[in-house]
């Protein structure tokens, strides 16, 4: 099946730091991927929409300026948390459709965040 | 009300029950339906795809729509230990279009 990966899969960094999360489809091309959030015992929330070679969409509520979304290539998304706070630490998913008649998305092994 | 309702358990059976998860949803225009599997600390794992009313079946899993009555299942024979895990079921419109999530449904099984 469709893989897809995420690095790293986790990291600790200090509040008022940066930290880049990268999502890869490996043997697919994915024009669109999408990030969620997921804290614990609660479901996956998205929370934007990437597309290779133009900005992403947002969802209601993310503040795009603090989740920049870049998609330059057709496997690579990147999601920059800029300036985290203890309130950023989660669980971020990545997920891109596949084609071929099959209107499914794969996921990324995800990526724990937790900002001291 | 929110888009999709899943019960999030916990749901506790004995190793080789059937067990049923279910989820209902309020968006006529989901056209297709997913069941993904999540260990804890891990990203979820797509386990069935249905598109239609009806049955589809894999191995010990079975998924089951009702377009008309806006409801889903899954069913696992045979539980075992290792299928402990947390279900989502969710749902799309088609295409590259978001994906709507329930809650999750929590589930053990003892040996």
């Known amino acids: 099946g469709a893989v897809v990966s995420q690095h790293p899969s986790w990291v600790i960094c200090k509040s008022g730091t940066s930290v880049k999360i990268e999502c890869r489809s490996l043997d697919f091309q994915a024009t669109t991927m999408f990030w969620y959030r997921q804290f614990p015992k609660q479901s996956l929330m998205l929370m934007a929409t990437?597309?290779?070679?133009?900005?992403?969409?947002?969802e209601q509520g993310v503040e795009k300026d603090k989740f920049l979304i870049n998609h330059a290539s057709l496997t690579l998304s990147t999601l920059t948390v800029t300036s985290a706070h203890p309130e950023d630490s989660s669980f971020y998913i990545c997920s891109a459709p596949t084609s071929g008649g099959k209107d499914t998305q794969y996921f990324g092994p995800g990526t724990r965040l937790t900002v001291l | 009300q929110k888009e999709v309702e899943q019960d999030p358990g916990p749901l506790s059976v004995p190793e080789g029950a059937i067990v049923s998860l279910n989820c209902t949803y309020s968006n006529s225009a989901f056209q297709y339906f997913m069941w993904y599997r999540q260990y804890s600390r891990k990203g979820p794992e797509l386990l069935m795809y249905t598109y239609s009313s009806g049955n589809k079946e894999d191995g010990r899993f079975t998924a089951q729509v009702d377009k008309s009555s806006k409801y889903i299942s899954l069913f696992i024979r045979d539980s075992q230990p290792s299928d402990s895990a947390t279900y989502l079921c969710?749902?799309?419109?088609?295409?590259?279009?978001?994906?709507?999530f329930g809650t999750g449904t929590k589930l053990q099984v003892i040996p």
């Open positions: 969710a749902m799309g419109i088609g295409g590259y279009q978001k994906v709507t």
């Open positions: 990437s597309n290779e070679g133009s900005k992403a969409t947002y």
